[in-house]
């Protein structure tokens, strides 16, 4: 999602495994990386779930500037002061939020429903029926709603 106007700039539906949510995020920032200059860094927002150490390696290698959110209980913190310290990255924390109003948008406005499937296939029936624009995933299967993972 574009933080400034709230619009979804690319999505992907990927089976649910603990991992899928962080390394398609970084799939994703690589298939966009190439609208922009390596020299122009971009940001990208996430919750705690993606302050981890490959996620956060990942995006800098991509000159990109992670502003996750700290997960500090039990554990050390990828994210450190380089990061947090620029008012940036507070208003990136306040902003990220935005992204769950698209599936509430999804929802009531645009005539979704609660993913109640399993499979991918059976989603893209769903995303399609709706007049969403369905892409193909890298295994040529999956494609649909980002964050809509369905379950194995």
Not at 19 to 29: G, Q, V
Not at 67 to 95: F, M
């Amino acid at each position: 999602m574009e933080n400034r106007n709230g619009l979804v700039v690319d999505a992907a539906l990927t089976q649910a495994d603990g991992y899928a949510e962080r390394a398609t995020a970084l799939r994703l920032l690589q298939r966009r990386r190439s609208e922009r200059p390596a020299s122009k860094r971009w940001t990208v927002g996430g919750d705690k779930g993606y302050d981890t150490k490959d996620f956060v390696a990942g995006c800098r290698a991509l000159a990109v500037t992670p502003h996750v959110t700290q997960n500090t209980t039990g554990r050390r913190s990828a994210i450190d002061e380089r990061t947090t310290r620029h008012a940036g990255y507070a208003l990136s924390q306040k902003v990220r939020k935005r992204v769950e109003e698209v599936f509430g948008w999804k929802k009531t406005v645009g005539g979704g429903c609660k993913l109640r499937c399993i499979g991918a296939a059976p989603q893209r029936d769903v995303d399609a029926a709706h007049g969403e624009r369905v892409q193909p995933g890298a295994d040529g299967q999956s494609g649909g709603a980002a964050g809509m993972n369905s379950t194995p």
